[in-house]
């Protein structure tokens, strides 16, 4: 009970923040410094658990105040700070109430299998290749036997890409958007027909 009163207060302090105080934090991201960076992480924390703001502009805006390498760690750091968060809640928070939403998905509940007998390569993979939305590998795996450690790592060796590459795009903008557009936008194309290939091999299977 006390796990769960505690989880509660925790969401609610992470909806407050982000919703309430959104515009001020970008602003102190934009102006640069020690402390845009606390306030960086802390709001890409936050999009993980509400996305207040899409993580490419976000991971993109702080590309662009902190450069490709800083930005990326930033963002990165950010990022892994809200994975794990999720992930702890899931498994001691709202145990009992993330179970029983999975139960209403049976093919959710495959995929808790699949991470069971591969965790390592399924969660580096489930990043790369966002087959399944974040959210519900954050849930599945806090769920399943997982060790945190393992999810931890393989979750920010399947971030590094994605987040690099947001940086990178974020960075050049000012000086070449066309550029920086059609890079980001040929990567999405990439991850969409791996999604579209997995998605239509499983089909033809089950048919």
Avoid at 36 to 49: D, H, N, Q, W
Avoid at 81 to 109: N, W
Avoid at 121 to 136: D, E, F, G, H, Y
């Amino acid at each position: 009970m006390l796990k769960r009163i505690a989880s509660i207060c925790i969401l609610i302090l992470i909806i407050a923040i982000g919703f309430l105080q959104k515009d001020e934090l970008l602003h102190i991201i934009k102006e640069g410094g020690t402390l845009s960076i606390f306030i960086s992480m802390l709001l890409v924390a936050i999009c993980v658990f509400f996305p207040i703001i899409p993580f490419t502009v976000l991971a993109g805006i702080i590309g662009a105040v902190f450069g490709t390498t800083q930005g990326a760690v930033v963002s990165l750091a950010g990022a892994m700070i809200g994975t794990m968060g999720f992930f702890f809640l899931s498994r001691y928070g709202f145990r009992d109430f993330a179970r029983e939403k999975l139960l209403k998905y049976p093919k959710v509940q495959e995929y808790e299998g699949f991470f069971n007998r591969n965790s390592f390569i399924a969660i580096i993979t489930s990043r790369l290749i966002p087959v399944i939305p974040a959210p519900v590998v954050n849930t599945i795996c806090g769920l399943s036997k997982v060790r945190w450690l393992t999810f931890f790592t393989a979750s920010t060796i399947g971030k590094i890409p994605n987040i690099l590459l947001l940086s990178y795009v974020g960075a050049s903008f000012s000086s070449n958007k066309l550029y920086s557009v059609g890079l980001y936008g040929l990567y999405l194309v990439i991850v969409f027909l791996i999604n579209f290939v997995i998605v239509y091999r499983r089909m033809s299977k089950t048919s």
